[in-house]
C-alpha cells in the first residue's frame, strides 16, 4: 500500500485504491454528486451499485490498474454491496478524498465503532 491507499478485494483479486484530486473529480462527475454526499449516501446504507463501481474504478485507475468499469460494477455485485470489508473499503477511501488517510480511518472507527481497520 502506498500514498494513503485502501485495499479492496473484489472476485477474488486485490486491488489499491488512491485518494487522489483526479479521482476524486471523476468520482464527483460521474455520480453528480459531492464528496461529503457520498460519505452520507453510503453512511446510510444507500449507495448504489453503480455508485460503487465508479468509487472503486477511479480509485484503482488512479493507482494504476485499469479495467472495464462494467466489469467492476459486475464484481461489486458478486460481493454485494452489504458486504462488510467492502463497505469498510468504500467508506475509508470517500473519506480519504476528504482528509488525510490517517483521519481517514479514525473517522471510519469514530462513526461506525469497529474495532479496528482493515487493509
Do not use: N
Not at 479492496?8 to 476524486?24: D, E, K, W
Not at 462527475?29 to 444507500?46: F, I, K, P
Not at 462488510?84 to 478524498?97: M, N, Q, S, V, Y
Not at 483521519?103 to 461506525?112: D, I, Y
Amino acid at each position: 500500500m502506498a500514498r494513503g491507499d485502501i485495499d479492496i478485494t473484489l472476485a477474488g483479486r486485490s486491488y489499491s485504491l488512491r485518494p487522489t484530486f483526479g479521482a476524486a473529480r471523476e468520482i464527483e462527475r460521474r455520480t453528480d454528486l459531492a464528496l461529503a454526499e457520498l460519505c452520507q449516501v453510503h453512511g446510510a446504507g444507500r449507495l448504489k451499485y453503480e455508485e460503487a463501481a465508479v468509487i472503486i474504478w477511479a480509485g484503482a485507475e488512479a493507482a494504476g490498474e485499469r479495467f472495464d468499469m462494467g466489469d467492476v460494477g459486475e464484481a461489486v455485485f458478486m460481493v454485494r454491496l452489504t458486504d462488510a470489508a467492502l463497505r469498510e473499503a468504500i467508506g475509508i477511501f470517500l473519506l480519504a478524498l476528504l482528509w488525510s488517510p490517517e483521519t481517514a480511518r479514525k473517522k471510519w472507527l469514530e462513526e461506525t465503532g469497529a474495532a479496528a481497520p482493515t487493509g
